[in-house]
């Protein structure tokens, strides 16, 4: 096992920020830590890394007890959200720095520490810029030297806080595949933070979710999105639509064709490519009309208006392939008829 | 020079450099190295070298260096104190730092000479425990000099401190650095540059003063006189130009003093990449 979570609980003040938190990681996973700001996914983070102390439980690394180790001996990398890089060093002084810091009998001699740092850069394929320093990189160049830099230990674990958070959106385009590339090279067992659902789906090979200090669901990518186990998950990762039964909306619900087999509540949240969209130009079967529409590439979303009983107005949408969107012919403020293919329930 | 600037400013505020450089710095000190020609240059030699005078400048720099260090030293630490923890008490320490800005320096010099002369509170006792003599010895004036440097030392390196991201502590620490090393090799460095500044300031204000010092020093010649005591004493006996000679040399010495600190400042912070 890589990292095993025993009932981990941590409390600022009032605040709980973990609450019995038990996970276990196998060997060699790459794991997203997923969850709003302030869920305590990066408490959690630095518990497992010996950055925090947890109020209750265990920490183990490798079958070992950790807990109450500190964090120079976990044997961990640690990768920091703004890069935490030693201002005042050469990339090269950063990256042979925790070779340098070992005690006497462990230290590489200086010739194996050049060879050592040096196969380091070329791994994240910055050589070239061994003499600099960090002032002078650019946010994706400083980021992947302080992965060579955590590498430099041959860490157990590597732990990743928001690696992308301050990076722009295509540098972190390619670092999240570059990472995912990277893991599958080297196969150590890594956690990264994110409150970003996309890069969880595209990196992480298992996504634990959490929200208010407590692990929702945990499971591949897949899992989590085909199957959401809980209201939360549901609506946190993707979009969905949320209908309730109780609102009077089961006539409407049926009509749509919606299935209530294995129904195991009464909110039915369906996601915007289970509902199909026809034309409909009989205003008499119909109080729904397309209000906008956006083109995400492939797909394109619709933005439903749907007038309820009361009154009220409520927003639908739904997506489909560009491909068909053409074939609808639809313009804004046409009626148009729902069929619901697929839905989850839930309390 | 020539290039214009979309923002406005660079004439007027260069102006007002200069004119303020010119009248309160070039014009008084250019009127005390005339004064100092009217010497022969054999005259100046014999007032310089003779050994009172010699005395009192070794006094000066030593005793200034040596507090400027103190002071560069327990200012590091209760800056680290006052940014890196929050205790009861906090706002009123900080505020009593700077008090030694506001004070006279008469002032504090004579009720540190009450405190530690022989039969003063502290003194009695320090003397009684190590038979150890502050005020009135050359120790006196350490002690007055680390009490005027400590405040230019604290707000120097506090607002380094304050902007340091203990994120690299933390990076330090995960990569298996113990604390010794996290502090030499990281946070050292980063402070170093601040804490020589700081340093510089203490040490220029030490030798320079005055108030304080007089009123714990002593006064013996040859053993507890400063420089800056001398050349009042040169004054009060009209003799106008052995006073500028010795102001004109202390001038000069302080100037390739601090000409030396901040050329280091300079080739660390090349070393460390932040030019």
Known sequence: MGINLHNISKQFGQFIALDAINLAIPEGELVALLGPSGCGKTTLLRIIAGLEHADQGEVFLKGENVTHQSIKNRQIGFVFQHYALFRH???FDNIAFGLRVKPKKLRPTPAQLREKVHSLLQLVQLDWLHDRFPDQLSGGQRQRIALARALAVEPSVLLLDEPFGALDASVR???????????HELNVTSIFVTH???????VASQIVVLNHGKIEQKGTPSEIYDHP????????????NVFSLQDNESNWLDATGITFEGAKGIVAHVRPHHIMVEKRDDAAHTDIFLKDWQHLGATIRLELNRQLPNGKASTIYAEMPSEKFRELALT???????HITHAHWFN | MSQSHIMPGFR?????????LVLIVLIPLSAMVLKTLQLSLEEFWTILVHKRVLASFWLSFSAAA???????????????????????????????????FALPTAVAGIVMAT??????????????????QIAYKPLGIVFALIFIGLPFVIRTIEPVLQEFDSAMEEAAASLGANRWQAFVKVILPNIFPAALTGFALAFARGIGEYGSVIFIAGNMPYISEIVPLLIITKLEQYDYAGATAIGLIMLVLSFVLLLIINSLQWWLRKRNGQL
């Open chain 1, 89 to 91: 060093m050469t990339v």
């Open chain 1, 173 to 183: 385009k390619d670092l999240r595949l570059w990472l995912r590339h990277l893991h």
């Open chain 1, 196 to 202: 970003d659902q996309e890069e969880a789906m595209e």
């Open chain 1, 229 to 240: 186990q809980t209201d939360f998950v549901s609506r946190f990762i993707g979009q969905t």
């Open chain 1, 332 to 338: 804004k403020g046409d009626r148009v008829a729902l």
């Open chain 2, 12 to 20: 007027p505020t260069l102006s007002i450099t200069l004119v303020y």
């Open chain 2, 66 to 100: 040596l507090a400027a260090s103190i002071a560069t030293l327990l200012g590091s630490i209760i800056a680290w104190c006052l940014v890196r923890y929050s205790f009861p008490g906090k706002q009123l320490c900080d505020a009593l730092i700077d008090l030694p």
């Open chain 2, 115 to 132: 405190i530690y002369e022989p039969k003063g509170w502290i003194g009695e006792w320090v003397m009684a425990a190590m038979g150890v």
